[in-house]
């Protein structure tokens, strides 16, 4: 079974303009969360989204926002990109909506010049 | 709110030796306790979890860990470590019924020969 994918791997952008990341989850996942990595700030929780419905939203500006489609696939968006939004950000998915755990995907590296 | 702090930024051990990586919860409810491991440019693959069904909690690649609530402690052991061993450890607790996860601040283990 193919694990969580994430694209793209590596993306560069500068500031001010938005970006699209997508995570694709394990075949039947129907949760996925968002997280954000930073060297400073660590592992951080961004949102998730179960059944096309996000449940959960971690303590980020509205500028981050995300979607989950039909599939179970998932999309989130960062518009009006700054320097501190440099950062590993990392896609899980897990079962259903309970205490199962998280697979976490490879990650989309950003680098915001 | 939930947290977890990991005690030590960096542990070094030699191989063979015994692993002994800390991290302490803040919970007013009963957890739900994870470990995780990051290798390098990689995502988080999940080691072990505390679900309440048993205190000892035996994972992957030997490693294992014991809930404490006396002690709110999660620490993570290996009798004997190896030199693939070397990477990022992060314990995280879940609480709430969602899939958000509240890491710790990592520790990155170093195995010298």
């Known amino acids: 079974k193919a694990g969580v994918t994430q694209t793209p791997r590596y993306l560069i952008k500068t500031r001010g303009q938005q970006v699209t990341l997508s995570c694709s989850p394990i075949?039947?996942?129907?949760?996925v969360s968002w997280y954000q990595q930073t060297p400073g700030q660590g592992l951080q929780f961004l949102f998730e989204?179960?059944?096309?419905?996000?449940?959960n939203k971690g303590n980020f500006p509205g500028r981050f926002s995300g979607r989950q489609f039909s599939n179970s696939r998932s999309e989130m968006n960062v518009s009006t990109l700054e320097l501190g939004d440099s950062a590993l950000y990392l896609c899980?998915?897990?079962?259903?909506?309970?205490?199962?755990?998280?697979?976490f995907g490879p990650g989309t590296r950003l680098t915001v010049l | 709110a939930q947290s977890v702090t990991q005690l030590g930024s960096h542990v070094s051990v030699s191989e063979g030796a015994l692993v002994l990586l800390r991290c302490n919860y803040s919970?007013?409810?009963?957890?739900?306790l994870f470990w995780y491991v990051q290798y390098p440019n990689q995502g988080l693959q999940l080691l072990l979890k505390?679900?309440?069904?048993?205190?000892l909690v035996k994972g992957i690649n030997g490693f294992e860990a014991e809930f404490k609530k006396s002690e709110t402690s999660f620490h993570l052991t290996k009798p004997s470590a190896h030199m693939s061993d070397a990477a990022e450890y992060f314990c995280?607790?879940?609480?709430?019924?969602?899939?958000?996860?509240?890491f710790g601040t990592g520790t990155r283990l170093l195995v010298s020969p």
């Open positions: 899980a998915s897990s079962l259903q909506a309970d205490y199962n755990e998280q697979f």
């Open positions: 075949s039947g996942h129907r949760s």
């Open positions: 989204y179960f059944s096309e419905t996000q449940r």
């Open positions: 919970s007013s409810v009963p957890p739900y």
């Open positions: 505390y679900t309440s069904a048993a205190t």
């Open positions: 995280a607790v879940s609480q709430g019924g969602f899939q958000k996860l509240v």
